[in-house]
């Protein structure tokens, strides 16, 4: 089978990837939904796995216009994807046209048996007659566009709350070298210095 991954993480990338070359797929790469739109209209591939959250194009946006696209609008739409994992983000990854949900977080040989799963369920189906065109203005452009930017804002609070525990810990390190009344050196792993903290300006110009 020639499967199309869709996925912005060299990591998983690598993972799914790996799983799915050894059992005999072939696997295309993207790392973003735009890139996967051009490989997918030039070759179409008898299945596409694509996360969701990824720049340039979602894949939301992804699966939308494949479903769109008279050479992919029968393509297997698989998503597979570590954050977007709640009931309404299901519902809107049906709402675009999607085949599956999958976790790609989980173990790989459920990984694999859940995604021959919803391959088997998409061939025994007629699709076809279920299939709705999606319009641009539908109101699940709207429920997609809030949930994207609902983990947008959450990988912002996670960023935030990151670096205020940097300046936290900057902050006490500071505090605890003022107080010691002689240089403190500070060495890599290597036995480098790397930095030189004094409690008062005076003991960096004292003679040695």
């Known amino acids: 089978m020639r499967i199309l991954l869709v ?25 973003n939904g735009q890139e996967a739109l051009e490989l997918a209209r030039q070759s179409p591939p008898d299945c596409i796995v694509s996360d969701i959250l990824m720049p340039l194009m979602d894949g939301f946006e992804l699966c939308r216009n494949c479903r769109g696209d008279d050479r992919l609008r029968d393509t297997p739409f698989v998503f597979a994807t ?17 085949d ?7 173990h790989p040989d459920i990984f694999l048996r859940e995604f021959d799963a919803v391959l088997t369920r998409r061939a025994a189906a007629d699709r076809e007659a279920e299939r709705v065109a999606i319009s641009p203005d539908n109101t699940t452009t709207g429920e997609y566009n809030a949930a994207l930017v609902r983990k947008v804002m959450e990988k912002v609070q996670e960023l935030e709350e990151a670096n205020r525990q940097i300046s936290t810990s900057e902050a006490r390190l500071r505090a605890i070298t003022d107080a010691l009344p002689d240089l403190v050196f ?12 004094a ?7 004292q003679d040695t």
């Not at 570590?82 to 999607?98: K, L, V």
């Not at 500070?186 to 903290?197: I, M, P, R």
Request: glycine share 12%; aromatic share 8%; hydrophobic share 40%.
């Open 7 to 31: 996925d912005d993480e060299p990591l998983f990338v690598d993972m799914i990837g790996a799983l799915l070359r050894g059992r005999g797929d072939q696997v295309t790469e993207a790392s």
């Open 82 to 98: 570590g954050t977007f994992t709640t009931p309404e983000d299901r519902g809107i990854a049906a709402d675009a046209g999607a």
């Open 100 to 106: 599956g949900f999958l976790l790609k977080t989980q």
């Open 186 to 197: 500070l060495l890599d792993e290597e036995g480098t210095y790397v930095d030189v903290l």
């Open 199 to 205: 409690s008062r300006e005076d003991l960096l110009y």
